[in-house]
């Protein structure tokens, strides 16, 4: 491998409750000349999955209190408190800010909440996209975090379906034939930052095509991988 | 910009202390059949730059008393400790594990370290592109690191030249006319982590091509933009 292709897909309509998505992805593809091919990554952002499904709900973001019962009923934990910025545990098990309720790109009144099951999301929109356009795609549904310690967000995977969160590179030999200690690579959120490179937060491009990838790393797999459990975590 | 191209550059031969980074990436693209062109950003692992800036030390990976020496060395400030394991703060403000010492890639019985200042290293190949090839390209210097809360390692940026490490996209308009509130996009991790996934730890491509990015993203910057000051930061 030794060229990937990551290709934004503009052109889709407003994504609204009970949307097909992969028939939006896919027609919107072909209409900009890039048809959808076997063993593409497509990613897609949270945000329409959150609205195909229902997950938007009412809110009134200047009510403080209102927003933070919402974030505590879409937590398991919170992690840390600060001013108006909760870090909360969702109950997918990713730690980020406020639950991941977001307002940008949602009608105003209104928060999108993260889907209920983001890897099912994922599995849908593949399924869908295998019945209807005879089309062998791996999904990764993303959104944007914020991390400690470093500046600026990022997006990561939040939910997977047909290819690894991780490839363990662990005691493959390495270039000079020394045995890699540690090399989990988190490909997922590798394949959804990228993928946010060509999406651009304020142009509402919500999906794109990553062509090219490493056909060995198409699996069945959960963005579980890669929530870290709490005993193995030093900063929580 | 509808879609970006990132490029591995196989082919380089075994970088030495002293050797100039800029002709092997240069001349390997060429002998590809992809030479670098204006506007190009190139992406080179840090292991390459400490190899070529002589950060090699001779380190007996077995003695761990004198590995921790190493990494105390390295470091300003510990911020977790458990086991074998140190989460530290680099002299560049970089919060990762062992100092970002790396042992893996590099000749038995040594240990790479950081470059002293990755955002001069970068510079210094983007000037020497500009100087011998007359060819106008962003440099970002990756490394593989580890984070909070999420499995598996990605890469980020640890120096960068002629791109900005963060693009503000705050109070922008987004799709449907309301105000973004924070999207302050971490543009050189993504692009880091983007390139990984054509280098791929064990296949020892040390250096890769992120073609197509948005052109006003290219301006004078420094890594020293994804260091989150400590007093902003919760968990620490």
Redesign the interface.
């Known amino acids: ?8 897909i ?1 052109g889709m309509a407003e994504i609204r409750r009970g949307d097909e998505i992969a028939v939006h992805i896919a027609d919107a593809a072909l209409a ?1 000349g890039t048809p959808l091919l076997d063993g593409d990554c497509i990613v897609v952002t949270q945000k329409i999955v959150s609205k195909a499904e229902g997950r938007l709900v009412r809110l009134d973001e200047t009510d403080v209190a209102a927003k933070h019962a919402l974030v505590r009923s879409e937590s398991v934990r919170i992690i ?1 408190q ?1 001013g108006d910025l909760i ?1 909360s545990e969702t109950t997918h098990g ?2 980020c800010a406020n639950a991941g309720i977001d ?6 009144g209104y928060a999108a909440l993260l889907p209920i099951d983001s890897d099912r999301s994922a599995h849908y929109i593949r399924n869908a996209l295998r019945a209807r356009y005879n089309v062998e795609c791996a999904i990764i549904v993303s959104d ?1 975090f914020g ?10 995977a939040i939910g997977v379906s047909g290819i690894g ?2 490839v363990d ?1 662990r005691d ?5 034939g ?1 045995t ?8 997922a ?3 959804a ?2 993928a ?3 999406m ?5 491009i919500p999906a794109a095509i990553v062509r090219g ?2 056909q060995s790393w198409f699996r069945e797999s959960s963005a579980r ?4 459990p709490a005993t193995d ?4």
């Open positions: 491998m030794s060229e990937l292709r990551i290709i934004a503009p900009n840390r600060r870090i990713f730690i307002l940008s790109n949602v009608d105003d944007t991390r400690p310690w470093r500046q600026g967000l990022t997006d990561v969160a991780i590179l493959t030999p390495d270039a000079v020394r890699l200690h540690v090399t989990e690579v988190a490909i959120d590798e394949i930052s990228a946010e490179l060509v651009g937060k304020a142009s509402g990838l490493d991988e890669l929530v870290r975590d030093l900063f929580r």
